[in-house]
């Protein structure tokens, strides 16, 4: 199975996340998701995956989460996808699909549990050396 890392290139944990899968030795697919957007489908399935549920997905720092009403009990998995396919910010990120798992990678660390051949130290974008 490829690596896939849903990937936002404006976000430092998912900078840190590809460049901690590309310092293993591995080339992941690369899929910016804000420019190509998400399908019910593929977010059922990450979720699934993971091990989550849909609403672990929900990031609600600048996004409109809030707003439209997804941080409030009882709202449906239904109504999260329909909100996460019409604004892909909303899904939290990075989002790492192996072999191995999927993992919603925040902190980006946790990609170190999907790895074949993790880095042993590794230093982030803020200077931060984790290990694996």
Same mark, same amino acid.
């Given at each position: &199975?490829? &690596?896939t890392i849903y990937h936002n290139p404006?976000? !430092?944990t998912s900078r840190n996340t590809l460049a901690m899968i590309r310092a293993s030795g591995e080339e992941p697919v690369v899929v910016e998701y804000l420019?190509? !957007?998400? %399908? +019910?489908e593929l977010l059922r399935s990450l979720a699934d995956r993971a091990g989550e549920p849909l609403r672990a997905l929900i990031r609600d720092k !600048? %996004? +409109?989460a809030a707003e439209l009403g997804l941080l409030d009990e009882g709202v449906s998995d239904d109504a999260i996808l329909e909100a996460m396919v *019409?604004?892909?910010v909303i899904v939290n990120r990075p989002?790492? *699909? %192996?072999a191995r798992g999927v993992k919603l990678c925040r902190p980006s660390e946790r990609v170190f549990d999907l790895l074949d051949n993790p880095v042993r130290g590794f230093t982030k974008e803020d200077g931060e050396r984790v290990q694996a």
């Open positions: &199975m490829t &690596m404006d976000c !430092g420019k190509v !957007g998400w %399908t +019910p !600048g %996004t +409109p *019409a604004h892909p989002i790492v *699909a %192996t």
